[in-house]
Nanobody, 127 residues
Framework: QVQLVESGGGSVQAGGSLRLSCAAS????????MGWFRQAPGKERESVAA????????YYADSVKGRFTISRDNAKNTVYLQMNSLKPEDTAVYYC????????????????????WGQGTQVTVSS
């Protein structure tokens, strides 16, 4: 079992930055792929970024490429999302999630089932 707790959300003006953190409990964090997702009001949840269990491969939605960076520290059981040059359209609740499978090596966006989810953290970007 993996429990996830996000933090770091808040309100910023356009062009600003935030760093989200997702702290995981349990001993299997380091073997699971991790993803950040977001859901804006009235919209479906979408994948924002993902990172392999090794940290060696990352994926980004086109809308955030060049602005967001996902990273992980397996020693601290934590995954991060650094968000720069924020835009009003980035406003959403952001969730982190862990894959059900351990040592998953395929495409983290379309392949795996994300079985463990955090409660979400609100990010609001004003113009």
């Amino acid at each position: 079992q993996v429990q996830l707790v996000e933090s770091g959300g808040g309100s910023v003006q356009a062009g600003g930055s935030l760093r989200l953190s997702c702290a995981a409990s349990g001993r299997t964090f380091s073997s699971r792929g991790m993803g950040w997702f977001r859901q804006a009001p009235g919209k479906e949840r979408e994948s924002v970024a993902a990172i392999h269990w090794t940290g060696g491969r990352t994926y980004y939605a086109d809308s955030v490429k060049g602005r967001f960076t996902i990273s992980r520290d397996n020693a601290k059981n934590t995954v991060y999302l650094q968000m720069n040059s924020l835009k009003p359209e980035d406003t959403a609740v952001y969730y982190c999630a862990a894959t059900r499978a351990q040592y998953y090596s395929g495409n983290l966006v379309v392949g795996p089932e994300y079985a463990y989810w955090g409660q979400g953290t609100q990010v609001t970007v004003s113009s």
